[in-house]
């Protein structure tokens, strides 16, 4: 089964990427990947995207909670799923998102740290497990649309 091939790559590039910005960027800073438009900051974010409840004291254990139903979820709809497409779009989202879960488990926040800037505009800083989600819902959501997938389950 290749789409646990694409999990495991996709956790594995996800983890290494953010055990380089803790080693790295959180001891000597900043780097200019693209200036002015493309950074690497390290930020560790508690809460979600654009840290929402960052603030709250419970919200990472929340989070994790979420973000393991979310991953179970994830698993049970792969193991159903038949088309193919669908599958690799769903691995994408089940690795970023076991990605995070790592993270918040792990060290108490998920590490980001790919920042882009357009003038005095900063978009939220994310990481490779963010990435991964993002293409893998777009790309699903564009086969779900444009194809006939109503017989993307299998029979239960």
Not at 44 to 62: E, P, Q, R
Not at 130 to 149: E, K, R
């Amino acid at each position: 089964m290749i789409w646990i091939l694409i999990v495991i790559l996709g956790v594995g590039l996800d983890q290494w990427t953010k055990y380089w910005a803790v080693s790295e960027l959180a001891v000597r800073g900043d780097m200019a990947v693209i200036d002015p438009l493309i950074y690497f900051r390290y930020h560790v974010n508690t809460g979600a995207a654009w840290s929402f409840l960052a603030d709250k004291s419970w919200g990472i254990y929340v989070l994790s909670g979420v973000s393991l139903i979310a991953s179970i979820a994830f698993l049970l709809i792969l193991l159903k799923l038949k088309d193919a497409r669908l599958r690799f779009c769903l691995s994408l989202v089940l690795a970023g998102s076991i990605g995070n879960l790592i993270d918040r488990v792990w060290r108490g926040g998920v590490v980001d740290f790919i920042s882009f800037q357009f003038g005095d505009y900063f978009f939220p800083i994310f990481n490779v497990a963010d990435t991964l989600l993002v293409i893998g819902l777009i790309l699903g959501l564009i086969f779900i649309i444009f194809t006939d997938s109503r017989h993307a389950f299998e029979e239960i």
